[in-house]
């Protein structure tokens, strides 16, 4: 597996932009400083840190499918939640475009504790990844919401950079 990691200083000095004034973030909201770009087999995923440990990583396969977690090193709302239970879904908006709820959710503990949700390959639909993939195309902060709570948002920095990045690395794998 490929790894690339570059942060939003470095990214801004390789396209000539700042990023770090590309969208206004909530001020109770930690700042998401970086990205990570990992690579194999079929699927690619990106990693948004935050400076509070918290991380949202977005994962395209090769057949269309999109899926989305947040986790952290040691999460409490994970404590005594059944891990094998899928039914639920997480709903994710992107400022000022839309949402989107997956098919499928659940809770995920181990060495990272967090959720997840995964939404199917279809192009468009309920909880299908084609209409996440055009909110996602349009906006650059995610606020992810999982059982009725909101577990925080993140700035990619760049309109439609995370979903282009994976999309464009399954698919012209190096």
Same mark, same amino acid.
């Given at each position: 597996m490929k790894m690339f !990691?570059? %942060? &939003?200083l470095a990214m801004s000095t390789f396209w000539g932009a700042s990023f770090l004034s590309a969208g206004a973030v909530s001020a109770e909201e930690p700042e998401t400083y970086a990205f990570q770009l990992e /690579?194999?087999?079929?699927?690619?995923?990106? *990693?948004? #840190?935050?400076?509070d440990g918290t991380t949202l990583t977005l994962l395209y396969l090769k057949n269309g499918r999109v899926n989305i977690s947040v986790h952290r090193p040691r999460?409490? =709302?994970? *404590? *005594?939640?059944? !891990?094998?239970d899928q039914d639920n879904p997480m709903t994710i908006e992107v $400022?000022? /475009?839309g949402k989107s709820k997956a098919k499928w959710g659940g809770y995920r503990?181990? @060495? /990272? $504790?967090?959720?997840?949700? &995964?939404? *199917?390959?279809? #192009? %468009?639909? &309920?909880g299908s990844s084609g209409d996440l993939i055009k909110l996602m195309e349009k906006g650059t902060i995610y606020t992810v919401w999982f059982e009725g709570q909101k577990l925080g %948002? @993140?700035?990619?920095? =760049?309109?439609g950079f995370a979903i282009n990045s994976i999309r464009n690395c399954v698919n012209n794998p190096a």
């Open positions: !990691t570059l %942060s &939003a /690579v194999g087999n079929g699927r690619c995923s990106v *990693d948004y #840190p935050r400076s999460w409490e =709302m994970v *404590d *005594d939640k059944n !891990t094998e $400022q000022g /475009v503990n181990g @060495f /990272v $504790q967090g959720v997840w949700s &995964a939404w *199917d390959e279809n #192009p %468009s639909g &309920a %948002s @993140f700035n990619t920095k =760049m309109k």
